[in-house]
């Protein structure tokens, strides 16, 4: 089953005119050399004053020269292609196609057996796992859910190990910020590759790493940046300001900022470990200004951050992560759908390589599985409206129009019986007279997703792995698990 | 040598998949083999018929495969027909008479009924589209159908149901024939407003209707 994605026929419609993209780039030049960056990673403030920055040692600031930094953000220039564990599933980074993965990271998952939301666990996050493998609008993993019943040191490569055996796409580890865990994963990676130039040739794993905003990076993501850099492992840039928070109360502030710190997570990576694949990842998004909860998904600015971070990628000729289908709703209700409509629609128009993610209410804080089966739903309207129609001699269909003639109808005709499956068709929609809709309780689409999850569950068994790759996954697993409990003690 | 099992299947596989060859090709088999013509309609036809309508309930048959399906049925019918005249078989009245009123030209969801009805065993005489009050009024007298079903797309062509029904209260014939109505505009309300025996929002309901009518349900 061959995954499925967003394939752009025309021109991108960028949200920046080109001269607000310019600002956007100068402004943040501005704020690399007055202003720069903070970090807890003592080595990179070794290396940038090497390197001829200004630096602070006593702040722990750098400030960056425009010119290095520009020199620095081109060696990361270029796409590749994420592996997977079957190679049909690879995904080819082009610019030009988009790619969704599962929410990730998220500490609670909705029970529909209770009706209500709970902490989950790692046996969650293999079931959630499992139903991501059997969606074609799902191409690859995040970590659905945390594994909250296993220990906080470690809980990271429990996340990886519960992912091996229940997908067969890639996965992109969003939940190791620190050498420990990533070393972790990197040696899972790597058995299940078969050896370390098989992981770099077709990296089956990605990451990615958060500034602190505003304009920090803490110690343990640099060194996860480039540990996982110099094995080939491609590691994504990320900012998250919160508007008014984090960032200033503006888009077009908070964009400046959220550039700055990408650009500089990016001089930082490609200074350590030279033309490493990266991503230019811009999770920038809204805060409620009642409660300050945050507010991703909501409407327009976030709409906004959604694809001008693609935008800003383009520019500098690197794949992009972005945000899709959020929603402040807490349940499958007129909000989830048009709010998830929104944002898997302006994909249709504005690219982005990699899409996250589907499945989660509560403002990507709950996990929901009926909501990621709607959320593949709307994305593939998305999908196929973006691919657009033929409009060869066949599809014109001048020939059948002339044989059934003025008064006919065209329901028989050879042609229709031919096409007639080309269509799109709803897999959770009500298309039900009503008289149907009452006999059958008047159900709602989400009852439709719900047995949809049921029968995936039941049903879909992922590709095993070989069963010593399972052996020494779990053996690397209780390595981890034992040095983080002796340093634990020791604490 | 084929069996008759074996032509039966093909009849059946034929007619569910609107393949006209292999369904004609049986059906002449068993005509031919003296198969008993009643046997072929129920055992045969009717049977394979039933099976693509469970098929459309479930979502497996698009629309114009059924449409397809129905064609290729009617045509097994005209071989088997003339055989049941030679035994002198009384047919029972299951006679459909359908109809777009007068001053509609949309005929799509009468010829969706139409198609479906035929699917399940009833004989369908269709009288087109924009069809003038007195021709329907002929058309009961002379070929003394079981039901009058008609359709109406328009707001403004409804009203026209009303008018029939009237014409054969009038000409003494409203007792002798069942009336359905339908189209997108009509509602339960409608039918009852006007005096109708029945209505269905869809072409499969109108099958289920049109066989309560008849007491076949």
Known sequence: ?491 | MATEEQMYEQLNKGLNDGDEAKSLEATHWLVDNGVNPVEILEEGMAKAMFILGERWKRGEVFLPEVVVSAEVFKKCNAIVEPELAKMGEAKASSLVVMLTVKGDLHDLGKNMVGAMLKTSGFEVHDLGKDVPTDKVIAAVEELKPAIVGMSALLTTTVPQQQVVIKALKKNGLRDKVKVMVGGAPVTQEWADQIGADGYAPSAPEAVEMAKQLIGKA
């Open chain 1, 1 to 491: 089953m061959a995954v499925k994605g967003f394939a752009w026929a025309g021109e991108p419609l960028e949200p920046l005119s080109k001269e607000q993209e310019q600002l956007v780039h100068e402004r943040s030049l501005d704020v690399l050399q007055r202003i720069g960056v903070s970090t807890t990673n003592d080595r990179t403030l070794k290396i940038m004053a090497e390197q001829g920055q200004d630096v602070d040692f006593e702040e722990r600031r750098i400030r960056f020269d425009p010119a290095f930094v520009e020199q620095q953000i081109a060696l990361g220039r270029g796409y590749y292609t994420l592996g997977a564990r079957d190679p049909e599933n690879d995904l080819v980074l082009d610019g030009r196609h988009g790619y969704i993965s599962s929410e990730g990271c998220l500490a609670e998952i909705y029970d529909p057996a209770i009706g209500d939301r709970r902490y989950s666990s790692k046996e969650d996050l293999e079931a959630m796992t499992r139903l991501s493998d059997a969606l074609p609008q799902i191409a690859f993993l995040w970590q659905p859910v945390s594994a909250n019943d296993k220990i906080v040191p470690v809980r990271p490569m429990h996340e990886t190990h519960a992912q091996w055996s229940n997908t067969t796409k890639h996965i992109q580890q969003m939940t190791a910020v620190d050498p420990f865990n990533a070393r972790g994963i990197l040696e899972m990676a790597t058995v299940v590759a078969g050896s370390a130039e098989a992981l770099r040739e077709r990296p089956l794993i990605s990451n990615f790493q958060c500034a602190i905003s505003p304009l920090h990076w803490d110690d343990g993501p640099v060194d996860a940046i480039e540990l996982l850099g110099q094995a080939g492992i491609p590691v994504g840039l990320v900012s998250m300001p919160l508007l008014a928070a984090t960032s200033p109360a503006s888009v077009a502030g908070t964009l400046v900022l959220a550039n700055a710190e990408i650009l500089s997570g990016m001089v930082i990576q490609q200074t350590l470990v030279p033309g490493a694949p990266t991503f230019y990842t811009c999770y920038a998004t809204t805060m409620d200004m009642n409660s300050g909860a945050l507010n991703n998904g909501w409407g327009p600015e976030d709409l906004t951050f959604e694809i001008a971070g693609g935008q800003m990628a383009r520019r500098y000729g690197v794949p992009s992560s972005s945000g899709i289908l959020a929603t402040g709703a807490k349940q499958s209700d007129w909000q989830a759908g048009m709010q998830t409509a929104f944002s898997a629609f302006e994909k249709a128009v504005s690219p982005s390589d990699m899409l996250s993610g589907a499945g989660s209410y509560n403002g990507s804080a709950v996990f929901s599985a009926v909501q990621m089966i709607l959320d593949c739903e709307v994305s593939d309207i998305a999908m196929r409206w973006a691919e657009g129609y033929s409009f060869d001699a066949e599809q014109l269909a001048v020939e059948v129009i002339e044989h059934v003639g003025p008064g006919g109808h065209f329901l028989g005709e050879p042609h229709t019986l031919q096409h007639m499956r080309d269509f799109w068709r709803s897999k959770v929609m009500n298309r039900l007279t009503w008289e149907d809709w009452d006999a059958a309780g008047r159900p709602e689409p989400w009852k439709a997703a719900e047995a949809e999850v049921q029968r995936i569950l039941a049903e879909h068994e992922p590709e095993p792995l070989p069963e010593d790759v399972t052996k020494e996954l779990d053996r690397i697993m209780d390595a981890y698990e034992a040095e983080a409990m002796e340093n634990m003690e020791d604490d």
